[in-house]
Every structure is written in structure tokens, then in C-alpha cells.
């Protein structure tokens, strides 16, 4: 309706913005600020005609009428990156809920009007969640010349859907078999593209079984959930349109306050196994190589009355997680330890912080060890919101947000100070590659509970006796950056084949974590 709408103000962004006056001749921090809080301040008064997307119901030819400070244009849309995400969002921004059933283009010489055609077209790159054109991104004003293509679509409707052995979407629309896993998202809603074993075409195939289109590949914005499309060896000679999210990219980079180390000095060193097995549930753990001493900058030691029985992560703020089972609810017995690498002497790193609360997740059963995180909330530094003097040995590990993040057999790492062969705590922090395993049920029954997890090797030469309970396991992904996979939680027999250690499921209590520290802890893209 031509009137912009904002974050409520307390959500207006503070970081890259400029500051702007407002109608009341007050001066505020953002334009998100000023559309709350100076009085009728609304989008409509640099236009007087809002954006508006047409499609001709005999030709099916786009049009858009793009307002600017003159008054505005009347545009067509150019052939180039026209798709069907595009052509859903013109059909939802006409009234039709579920998009288009077809794109495609027309020669502008065939085309025939009884009103003056535009002679300049714009193109569109929309990623298929945008209500309106105006939300996707334009650019590219050229002249249309003998022989240009430019875009068209037809609208979906109930009647003409297909019949013959059609794919039904989550939101109800049917397309084509053949249109399914083809990096084209012809329902509107993703559907098509996901749980695909593998993709037409030239898409590419995410881990996570989603299809994308070869276009999305190194342009700037993170499709898969591991960020495999932006990885290196594809980044290569890129179009317009890539460029347009080069700067997005960078300015979400600059905000990036998790999951990557100051310094990398991890080495490729083969893990041994070591120690004899143990029975029942075990607490700690056995054997691991020898860290270097800033290596694993998200590792903590939990002190409880001067002794160190449990590890954590450090997540970022005055926050560190941990397992549930390695606290109780007396904050003054404990302390956090940042930055040690031996366990009985401290570093010129090392940094001691007291803790102020320990929240233990409420649906916690010790027996079972079924929902075993807890939140370990850090003292402020005296007259300071910090809780930590910054150090470049210290550095947050990522929450992850999706439990589809990281697939089974994706090779990660553990780490704490664990028994050694003599059955005795080691005397520096150690490390260790596990592996994700896969339907861990079969390994332990029912007992094993929403929000477990397995890593290890089921045959028994590597498993959670490399770490520490409440230490981290965590994954990196395609781009570099670490999360906070997992928990050391417990094992049964360590070390022998068919009981792989058992962790908790940090992504799977994401809204219990995100609900008591806040999101800036819990994104990487935090801005």
C-alpha cells in the first residue's frame, strides 16, 4: 500500500546504519528508528505511487511500475535470471496464493497492445519466500532491442494442475514429477527440493538432501545448511547478480563473533585409542592427543571446590554450556576456567571467571541422563557489562540452530581432560576425531531418549573416552565455522564396538538455550 513497516524499535539493527532526522526535527540512530517514533513518518511520502507488479491474462507479460523520485517507470522483466521463484512471488504479489504453474519468455517484437509498451526491462532475482517483487532484488535497467526476451507467467489454478501422477506440496499446489529435485522451486514453499537422495539436471545436492540450482552456487548467499555452495571450490568467475550479495556477504562476515579460532593450530595427528575398557555408565574418559596450548578456544574447565571433574563450551556474552549432571544449583561453588590446557597449573592465558547461576534444564532426570545440558551464566567484571577481559585465546563455538546442520559420518572433534591408560585425569587437555553415527536406538534401546546423540566408531576404536563430561563436540562446517554439536554426556563400556559414547543434542534444546541467554548468543549472524 505504499507504507513501509519495521522491526518493533527495540529490534531496529545499531551496527552499519546511519543516523537520519525526522519530521519533528529530531535526529534518531536509524530510518527503522524514525518510522516508530516521529509521527506519521511513513515510505508513501518520497512517492506518490507505490511499487506494483501487473501480469497481462492474455499474454502473461510482467510488468512493474517502479516508483523513484521523479514519479516513477513502468518496467518489463528481462529473460535474464527469470525462474520460477520469481514467477511465484508475481503470482502471489496478483492474489494467487500458491504461485505460478509455469514461467516463461516472449519475443517483445511478437508482442501486440492496445497501450504504448515500456521499452526498458530490469532484471529480478528473487529467492521464492518474497511476497512482492519489490522485496526481491532489481537492477540491470537496459533498453529492450529487436530480438530481446522478456519474462511471462501463468498463474496457478486448481483446474489447470496436473493429474497424471502429480507431486503434491506442503502447501497444497501439484507440479510435475519431473519438477521435483531440479534446484527449482516450483511449489513456493521448498517442498519439491527437499528429501532428495539425489538431483536433476545440474543442481547441486546439499547434504542435507535439499537441491539447489547451479546458480546459487558461490553467490554470496548460504543455501545449504553447512554453507557447502559457498565453499571454495566453487567460488568462480560470478554473474551481475552474484555481485549484488558480495557486500551482504561481507557485512554478515564482519558480525561473525563465534566459531572461528584467533589462531589454527590444530594438527592432523592420528588418535590412538588407549585404556581398558570400563562398564556401566562412565562420567569420565580415556586417552586422546595432546592439544596445543591455545588450540581449543571454546574449552572449559568446570571447577567445583577447586577440583575439576567436568569441561564446557564457551558459547559467547557470559554464557557456557555444559551437562547438567556436572552441576547443581550453588553458583559459589563453582568457577569457570578459560584458556587452561594442564588442569592442575594455569597459563599466562588462563583466565578464572566466578559464576553467577547455573540453570539446569527443568525436564532433567539424573538417572537417565535424558535432557543433560545446563547453562552456566559467568559474573560481570565490576563496573562493566563484560564478563571476561578480552583475550585472543578465548573464543565463542556456534550454537547451531538446526538439528539437519551436520549429516551422519561427518567427522568432528572432542575434547577434555579425560583418564589416561593408568585410569588416572590427564595432565593437559586432549583432543580426538569422532565420527556422527546414525539411529544410536539400535545400540542402547530405550535408553536412549530425544536429545541424544552417538559419536564415536562403532567398532569401538575411537569414542566418547577421548573427552570429558559437559566437554564440547563440536563440527565444523563447509565455511570453517565451528558449532557446538554436542555434550558429553555417557557411555556404556568404553571403547568397545557397538556402544558408541552418548552426547546431548545442543541444537535439539536451541529455544531453551536461545529463551535464557538471548539470540545475539546463539547466531553467528548476530547483527
Known amino acids: 500500500e505504499g507504507k513501509c513497516t519495521c522491526k518493533p524499535p527495540y529490534l531496529c539493527p545499531v ?11 529530531r535526529n534518531y540512530r536509524s530510518y527503522c528508528q524514525v518510522t516508530h517514533y516521529s509521527p506519521r513518518y511513513d515510505c508513501y511520502i518520497f512517492s506518490q505511487e507505490p511499487f506494483r507488479t501487473s501480469i497481462d491474462e ?8 517502479v516508483p523513484d523520485s521523479n514519479g516513477g517507470e513502468e518496467l518489463l522483466v528481462c529473460k535474464k535470471m527469470w525462474n520460477m521463484a520469481a514467477a511465484n512471488v508475481a503470482c502471489k504479489e496478483q492474489k494467487k496464493p500458491l504461485g505460478a504453474a509455469s514461467k516463461n519468455t516472449v519475443d517483445y517484437n511478437t508482442l501486440t497492445a492496445s497501450t ?12 521464492g519466500y518474497e511476497t512482492s517483487l519489490a522485496e526481491c532484488v532489481i537492477y540491470d535497467k537496459v533498453e529492450v532491442t529487436k530480438g530481446s526476451l522478456v519474462a511471462t507467467a501463468t498463474c496457478y489454478e486448481e483446474s489447470t494442475a496436473p493429474t497424471d501422477h502429480p507431486f503434491t506440496c506442503v502447501n497444497g499446489k501439484r507440479v510435475a514429477q519431473y519438477q521435483t529435485c531440479n534446484g527449482i522451486d516450483d511449489c513456493g514453499d521448498q517442498s519439491d527440493e527437499m528429501c532428495c537422495k539425489k538431483c536433476r539436471k545440474n543442481a547441486f545436492h546439499c547434504k542435507t538432501g535439499v537441491c539447489i540450482h547451479k546458480e546459487a552456487l558461490a553467490d554470496g548467499k548460504i543455501d545449504c545448511l553447512d554453507g557447502e555452495d559457498e565453499s571454495n571450490k566453487f567460488k568462480s568467475k560470478q554473474s551481475k547478480a552474484q555481485h549484488i550479495f558480495t557486500s551482504t556477504q561481507k557485512a554478515l562476515e564482519a558480525n561473525l563473533v563465534c566459531g572461528i579460532p584467533n589462531a589454527t593450530t590444530v594438527d592432523d595427528e ?8 570400563t562398564h556401566g555408565r562412565v562420567k569420565r574418559v580415556v586417552g586422546g592427543v595432546p592439544a596445543k596450548p591455545t588450540q581449543i578456544q571454546w574449552q572449559i574447565a568446570l571447577e567445583e571446590n577447586k577440583r575439576i571433574d567436568c569441561g564446557g563450551a564457551y558459547i559467547g556474552g557470559c554464557w557456557v554450556i555444559t551437562a547438567a549432571h556436572c552441576v547443581r544449583p550453588n553458583p559459589r561453588a563453582f568457577r569457570v576456567k578459560f584458556s587452561l590446557w594442564k588442569k592442575s597449573r594455569a597459563q599466562d592465558t588462563t583466565d578464572i571467571v566466578p559464576v553467577e547461576d ?11 541422563y535424558e535432557n543433560d545440558i545446563a547453562l552456566v551464566k559467568l559474573q560481570k567484571l565490576p563496573f562493566t557489562e563484560k564478563c571476561l577481559v578480552d583475550n585472543p585465546a578465548i573464543s565463542a563455538v556456534c550454537v547451531p540452530w538446526s538439528t539437519h546442520l551436520f549429516q551422519p559420518n561427518h567427522t568432528c572433534s572432542i575434547s577434555g581432560w579425560g583418564r589416561t591408560a593408568e585410569g588416572r ?3 593437559v587437555l586432549l583432543w580426538a576425531n569422532v565420527s556422527l553415527i546414525d539411529n544410536c536406538g539400535r545400540f542402547y534401546g530405550n535408553r536412549f531418549k530425544p536429545g541424544m546423540m552417538c559419536a564415536g566408531d562403532v567398532e569401538g576404536s575411537v569414542d566418547s ?6 566437554g564440547p563436540l563440536v563440527c565444523v562446517d563447509e565455511l570453517g565455522v565451528s558449532y557446538l554439536w554436542g555434550i558429553v554426556s555417557w557411555g556404556e563400556r568404553c571403547g568397545q564396538p557397538g556402544f558408541p559414547g552418548v552426547y546431548t543434542q545442543v541444537a535439539h534444546y536451541f529455544e531453551w538455550i536461545r529463551l535464557h541467554i538471548g539470540w545475539s548468543a546463539v547466531t553467528k549472524f548476530n547483527s
Not at 492474455?58 to 511500475?65: A, I, M, S, W
Not at 504504448?116 to 529467492?127: A, G, K, N, T, W
Not at 592420528?270 to 575398557?277: A, D, I, N, P, T
Open 116 to 127: 504504448q509498451l515500456p521499452h526498458r526491462c530490469v532484471s529480478v532475482y528473487c529467492q
Open 425 to 427: 585425569s590427564a595432565s
Open 270 to 277: 592420528e588418535v590412538v585409542q588407549r585404556g581398558k575398557s
Open 15 to 25: 551496527e552499519n546504519v546511519n543516523p537520519v532526522c525526522g519530521h519533528d526535527n
Open 58 to 65: 492474455e499474454t502473461g507479460l510482467v510488468r512493474l511500475f
Open 358 to 368: 547455573i540453570i539446569i534444564h527443568p525436564n532433567y532426570v539424573a538417572n537417565t
Open 465 to 470: 573416552c577421548q573427552g570429558d563430561s559437559g
